[in-house]
Nanobody, 115 residues
Framework: QVQLVESGGGLVQAGESLRLSCAAS????????MGWYRQAPGKQRELVAT???????DYAPSVKGRFTISRDNAKNTVYLQMNNLKPEDTAVYYC?????????WGQGTQVTVSS
């Protein structure tokens, strides 16, 4: 059974940085796609960033240039380095992985950015 454990959320001031981590366990197969989504109060969940097994990345326009996604395939872990955080980045951030074309979700970690 695939499990995702997220860490790294918290409360910061605008302009500061946070690093999120998500470790996947329980899979016998390679993780093709790893990513981060977020959901702010009253809004739909939205894509933040994704990274393929080969290292290709994709970002939402609102975070491009400020956030960096990376992965350690040996540890089945994905990271999200968030710099120059803004109050509008406040949301619950969810880790997502795709294994054999099936998605799995983490429990979410709260990121709050005060102005």
């Amino acid at each position: 059974q695939v499990q995702l454990v997220e860490s790294g959320g918290g409360l910061v001031q605008a302009g500061e940085s946070l690093r999120l981590s998500c470790a996947a366990s329980g899979s016998r197969w390679s993780i093709q796609l790893m990513g981060w989504y977020r959901q702010a109060p009253g809004k739909q969940r939205e894509l933040v960033a994704t990274i393929t097994l080969g290292g290709d990345t994709d970002y939402a326009p609102s975070v491009k240039g400020r956030f960096t996604i990376s992965r350690d395939n040996a540890k089945n872990t994905v990271y999200l380095q968030m710099n120059n955080l803004k109050p509008e980045d406040t949301a619950v951030y969810y880790c997502n992985v795709e294994i054999s074309f099936r998605p799995y979700w983490g429990q979410g970690t709260q990121v709050t950015v005060s102005s």
